[in-house]
């Protein structure tokens, strides 16, 4: 029985796969984790967002990292972590693609998902350019 | 469609019916986000553990939250969060207490989880002791 660092082929492809994460930050110098729905076209990760505690804490720190696990069974499972820095995205052309490309990827969003993609002038788009992943698993 | 916040009663039940959460800390001034199996009794929440990164980060800032999310569908899920101060669990009846409770709880533990069951001098297992308790849903 061993657990094994992940190559960083295998972390990519776990972060590419993945559709749900949980995304941490520090808010207020206290750990924060919220579950968010993303996509990661191989250099950042793109998330939306309602305002609310998240994004008022990214903006006061935008360090952030986003948990992906891919967990088959007790023993088949990887689960990685990327790290980067928030960057809202402000450019319109760009957060309807990414809107776009977040509906695609993600096919069942949660109602309230569905109603930021509808053009909520409250829709918040911002992306990690991933600056470190790694992760570790029991391979298969 | 709305996202309502949970009850306190609501919050509590989805962290007890749960066995895997996110467990958030802070690791050299960055957040840190690692799937961790658990079991909450109401008033602590005991996570065991190797040695390492959240070992280490924790020791050094107590301050941890564990996200529990329980997602049956795109319009029924809740997710709680929950923070509490590191504490490591020293007291040799505890931690054995602590372990076979775990391993009650949770029962298809991975692979290194049965074997730090069996005794290894390095499981290390640790509680926090809940002070805040909030969570948001589409409540069923």
């Not at 749900?20 to 996509?39: D, N, S, T």
Request: overall charge negative; proline content about 4%.
């Amino acid at each position: 029985m061993t657990i094994d660092k992940l190559t960083a082929e295998e972390a990519a492809e776990v972060l590419k796969q993945g559709a749900l994460g949980r995304l941490g930050c520090i808010a207020e110098g206290e750990p924060y984790v919220v579950p968010v729905h993303y996509f990661y076209d191989g250099e950042n990760i793109y998330i939306h967002s309602l305002p609310g505690k998240k994004i008022t804490a990214l903006r006061a720190n935008g360090r952030a990292c986003l948990q992906v696990d891919d967990i088959r069974d007790s023993y088949h499972w990887r689960s990685v972590i990327a790290y980067g820095n928030y960057e809202e995205i402000g450019d319109e052309r760009l957060h309807e693609l990414a809107l776009a490309e977040l509906f695609r990827h993600v096919p069942h969003l949660t109602p309230v998902e569905s109603k930021m993609t509808k053009g909520s002038v409250e829709t918040i788009v911002f992306r990690l350019r991933v600056d470190q992943l790694t992760g570790v698993g029991e391979t298969w």
